[in-house]
Nanobody, 126 residues
């Protein structure tokens, strides 16, 4: 059974940086497309970034140029480097794994992913 475990969230001032990690257990990490989503209180979960099996990447317009998604297949770990953080980046951040075939692309919708972590809170103060 695949399990995902996020870490690295916290409280940071605007303009600061954080790196989130997502460790995968119970599968062959290199076989899966992965993604990061976030959810602020009272809002729907939204796409942040995605990375395919062959490490192609896609970002939402709101984080492009500030966030970087990456993966280390040897460590079964997904990362999200977040720079120039803004108060509007405050949310619970979730990593997601697509167990279905990825067709060599990235995926942006929550129902396109099959496994989710428990989330890690990121709070950016102004």
């Amino acid at each position: 059974q695949v399990q995902l475990e996020e870490s690295g969230g916290g409280l940071v001032q605007a303009g600061g940086s954080l790196r989130l990690s997502c460790a995968m257990f119970g599968g062959i990490f290199s076989s899966y497309a992965m993604g990061w989503f976030r959810q602020a209180p009272g809002k729907e979960r939204e796409f942040v970034a995605a990375i395919g099996r062959i490490s192609i990447t896609t970002y939402s317009n709101s984080v492009k140029g500030r966030f970087t998604i990456s993966r280390d297949n040897a460590k079964n770990t997904l990362y999200l480097q977040m720079n120039s953080l803004k108060p509007e980046d405050t949310a619970a951040y979730y990593c997601a794994l697509r167990a279905r075939w990825d067709y060599g692309r990235t995926w942006y919708e929550t129902d396109e992913y099959d496994y989710w972590g428990q989330g890690t809170q990121v709070t950016v103060s102004s």
